[in-house]
């Protein structure tokens, strides 16, 4: 199994880490994806690629880089600063880097939309120079998503990170080229309409899903108030499986695959 959105490198895995890549691996995951989310995750000794390096484990570790818009600042200067420093990143490292991301538009917090937008389609723009998928955050901000990729003619992909529209969003972003985001959503009993637009996808579009848990956020139900961790990803499989004709297997297989095909330019294929 991948888990492709884990933000290993967040102060609540801090202490153990080693030990979750370790029951990640008992639990038969292979590979994880950490997405960055801020300039200070780049520019300390503590960077997500030096996380990635000092992995010794017998799993890969993947790393994107972007900046959230929840961690944006009001600050025209501060924003140029990030964009530059992510920039020279990608200048420096687009080959180690599987993806721009974790990336978007937040309908529910103050930073002003005209702002997050111009920052969004700034980073759409250095995707598309680097050639890289992006990993897109959404909140409220469908239509606003769609305008951005239309103003900027962005057209490598991607995959849209804890889904839960509907059927017709989901066809829109994968008519774009883009892939799906599978989480703990799917778990609760209470998320009819998520569960729809999955079950569409099984039967459509089985080649546009991907595995993810959002750790150490967005915990699976049963797991309420604990910290989530990619050790918990079969709980996602599981509830896959319930919703389509594939087994266990066969939805390993299938979106492991799906998850190299999308992020195949960057990916640490050395880390075994």
């Known amino acids: 199994m991948i888990d492709s ?8 895995f801090q202490g153990d880490w080693q030990s979750v890549i ?44 972007g900046l959230h818009p929840y961690f944006l600042s009001t600050s025209e200067t501060d924003n140029a600063t990030a964009l530059s420093a992510l920039e020279r990143l990608l200048f420096q490292t687009s080959s180690e880097v599987v993806a721009v991301g974790e990336i978007g538009l ?40 769609f305008e ?3 103003n900027t003619g962005f057209a490598e992909g991607g995959v849209i990170h804890a889904f839960s529209g509907s059927v017709e969003v989901a066809k829109a972003y994968v008519d774009k080229g883009f892939y799906i985001g599978v989480g703990g ?29 959002d750790s150490p956020d967005m915990p699976m139900q049963g797991r309420q108030g ?26 390993n297989e299938l979106t492991t695959q799906n998850y190299l095909t999308l992020f195949h330019k960057g990916l640490f294929c050395n880390r075994q």
């Open 106 to 145: 937040d309908g529910h917090i103050a930073i002003p939309m005209q702002l997050q937008k111009a920052m969004f389609e700034a980073q759409l723009r250095l995707a598309s120079e680097y050639a890289l998928p992006v990993i897109l955050h959404h909140r409220k901000s469908h239509h606003l998503i």
């Open 22 to 65: 370790s029951h990640a691996i008992s639990a038969g995951l292979t590979r994880i994806l950490i997405p960055g989310t801020q300039v200070s995750q780049w520019s300390t000794q503590h960077t997500i690629q030096s996380f990635a390096n000092q992995n010794t484990h017998a799993i890969s570790i993947d790393i994107a880089c």
């Open 226 to 251: 604990a910290r989530n961790s990619p050790e918990y990803l079969g709980d996602v499989l599981a509830a896959l499986g319930k919703l389509g004709e594939y087994d266990g297997q066969a939805l």
């Open 148 to 150: 951005s990729l239309k």
């Open 5 to 12: 959105h884990c933000h290993l490198d967040l102060p609540a």
């Open 185 to 213: 959503t799917i778990t609760y009993d209470r998320a009819k309409k998520t569960q729809e637009t999955i079950i569409y996808l099984l039967q459509h579009h089985p080649d546009r899903l991907l595995l993810e848990t």
